[in-house]
C-alpha cells in the first residue's frame, strides 16, 4: 500500500480554469504538507495542516486553498489557474510537525497553458 | 538571500569516490532534514537531525548547531546515488535549500 497518494498525477488545464489535486495518507500521521516545485527545482512549502492549526505560507495567493474533509486527507483546490502556477504540487506528511520525518508524495504535475 | 545554502549546486563523481555535500542556514531551527530526490521525481526523506550524526548505510549526516552548518556524506559512491539532494530545516516553517544534483559516473 502507497503511504502517500496523489490524484492526478497529471494535470494539463487551461488558464482561469479551477482544479483540485487530492492527497490521502495511510500512515496515521497528524499533520499534512502541500509543497510546490517550480521549473528551477526549487522546494517550497504552501501549507501545513494537522486537526488543530493551519499554517500558511503568507508567499502563497489566497486562489490556493488547503481543504481537509478528515486526517487522512488533504486536498488542494486551486482557483483561477494562471500560466505560472505550472509546477509540480507534492503532498508529505509526519507524525507531528516540524522536528519529524517526512513522507511525500509522488507529486502531481501541472501544466497550465 | 535564502535562509538555507547548499554547496555544490553540481557535482560529478566516479563511483567510488567519497562525497560531500553541505548545507548553511541562517535561521534557528528544530530540526534539519537531507531529502533525495530521484531522476524520475519522487522525493525520499533521507535524516532528520537536531544535533550530532546519524549513519545509514553509506549516508551519513552530521549538523553543527553552533555553526549552523550540515553535512551529507556518501561513502563508496555509485552510480545509483545520482540524486538530487536537498537540506530543508523546520522552525515552525520549512525552509528548502536549491538542491545539488549530484552524478556518479561508473
Known amino acids: 500500500d502507497t503511504a502517500v497518494s496523489q490524484t492526478p498525477k497529471y494535470l494539463v488545464t487551461q488558464m482561469g480554469n479551477d482544479k483540485s489535486i487530492k492527497c490521502e495518507q495511510n500512515?496515521?500521521?497528524?499533520?499534512m504538507y502541500w509543497y510546490k516545485q517550480d521549473s528551477k527545482k526549487f522546494l517550497k512549502i504552501m501549507f501545513s495542516y494537522n486537526n488543530k492549526e493551519l499554517i500558511i505560507n503568507e508567499t502563497v495567493p489566497n486562489r490556493f486553498s488547503p481543504k481537509s474533509p478528515d486526517k487522512a486527507h488533504l486536498n488542494l483546490h486551486i482557483n483561477s489557474l494562471e500560466l505560472g502556477d505550472s509546477a509540480v504540487y507534492f503532498c508529505?506528511?509526519?507524525?507531528?510537525?516540524?522536528?519529524?520525518?517526512?513522507?511525500f508524495g509522488p507529486g502531481t504535475r501541472l501544466l497550465v497553458l | 538571500k535564502n535562509e538555507v545554502e547548499q554547496s555544490p549546486q553540481n557535482l560529478t563523481a566516479q563511483e567510488g569516490e567519497f562525497i560531500t555535500i553541505n548545507c548553511s542556514y541562517s535561521v534557528g531551527i528544530s530540526a534539519l532534514h537531507w531529502l533525495q530526490q530521484h531522476p524520475g521525481g519522487g522525493i525520499v526523506s533521507l535524516f532528520m537531525l537536531s544535533s550530532g550524526k546519524k549513519k545509514h548505510g553509506r549516508l551519513i549526516a552530521t549538523i553543527n548547531i553552533q555553526e549552523k552548518h550540515s553535512s551529507l556524506h556518501i561513502t563508496a559512491s555509485h552510480p545509483r546515488d545520482s540524486a538530487v539532494y536537498i537540506c530543508?530545516?523546520?522552525?515552525?516553517?520549512?525552509?528548502f535549500g536549491t538542491g545539488t544534483s549530484l552524478t556518479v559516473i561508473p
Open positions: 530543508a530545516v523546520s522552525y515552525g516553517q520549512f525552509y
Open positions: 508529505a506528511s509526519s507524525p507531528g510537525q516540524g522536528k519529524e520525518t517526512q513522507y
Open positions: 500512515l496515521g500521521h497528524d499533520t
